[in-house]
T-cell receptor, first 113, second 114 residues
Framework: EAGVAQSPRYKIIEKRQSVAFWCNPISGHATLYWYQQILGQGPKLLIQ????????DSQLPKDRFSAERLKGVDSTLKIQPAKLEDSAVYLC???????????FGQGTRLTVV | AQSVAQPEDQVNVAEGNPLTVKCTYS??????LFWYVQYPNRGLQFLLKYITGDNLVKGSYGFEAEFNKSQTSFHLKKPSALVSDSALYFC????????????FGTGTRLKVLA
């Protein structure tokens, strides 16, 4: 079974530029998550989708971050404009249902300079 | 509000000794609890979960965890540590009374000394 796919693996951008990350969840998984993991910290939930609807986005900085889940499958997370403090690993995860364990992709390491 | 705490930033244990990594949680309703491990430059890898039933759950690589409702804890354990167990461990909780948000603790670095 293929895992959660994320791209790109690494991205370096200048502050005030925009960036987008892509995630393809495990086939059949209804729930999709985006997390931000700053070095030395635990993953922080940014947004949780159930199919293509948003379940929770309470910690998503909506003035600069946006996310969508197309047709309840793939998802993109965008940052515009980026700030230095956005430097982190962005993890995508998916779970079969809203109450099962999540499986994670390798993450995208973003460096904002 | 839903939360999960890992009170120890780092745990050191000698190889062959038992290990415990602590986790406590706070939820409004019943919790689902999970443990993950993260190796350098890798994503999080699922170890085990507690949903319901037996308070002692067994998972991958010889790990187990004990759910204690009265102490709101879900500590990760292993009878005999290996050097290869050295990694970052995260506890996670899902609150069944709300939006089923999947929240992680701050992580505990386990160092197994040869």
């Amino acid at each position: 079974e293929a895992g959660v796919a994320q791209s790109p693996r690494y991205k370096i951008i200048e502050k005030r530029q925009s960036v987008a990350f892509w995630c393809n969840p495990i086939s059949g998984h209804a729930t999709l998550y985006w997390y931000q993991q700053i070095l030395g910290q635990g993953p922080k939930l940014l947004i949780q989708f159930q199919n293509n609807g948003v379940v929770d986005d309470s910690q998503l900085p909506k003035d600069r971050f946006s996310a969508e889940r197309l047709k309840g499958v793939d998802s993109t997370l965008k940052i515009q404009p980026a700030k230095l403090e956005d430097s982190a690993v962005y993890l995508c995860a998916s779970s079969l249902a809203v109450d099962t364990e999540a499986f994670f992709g390798q993450g995208t390491r973003l460096t904002v300079v | 509000a839903q939360s999960v705490a890992q009170p120890e930033d780092q745990v050191n244990v000698a190889e062959g000794n038992p290990l415990t990594v602590k986790c406590t949680y706070s939820v409004s309703g019943n919790p689902y609890l999970f443990w993950y491990v993260q190796y350098p430059n890798r994503g999080l890898q699922f170890l085990l979960k507690y949903i319901t039933g037996d308070n002692l759950v067994k998972g991958s690589y010889g790990f187990e965890a004990e759910f204690n409702k009265s102490q709101t804890s879900f500590h990760l354990k292993k009878p005999s540590a290996l050097v290869s167990d050295s990694a970052l461990y995260f506890c996670a909780v899902r609150d069944l009374s709300g939006t089923y948000k999947y929240i992680f603790g701050t992580g505990t670095r386990l160092k197994v000394l040869a």
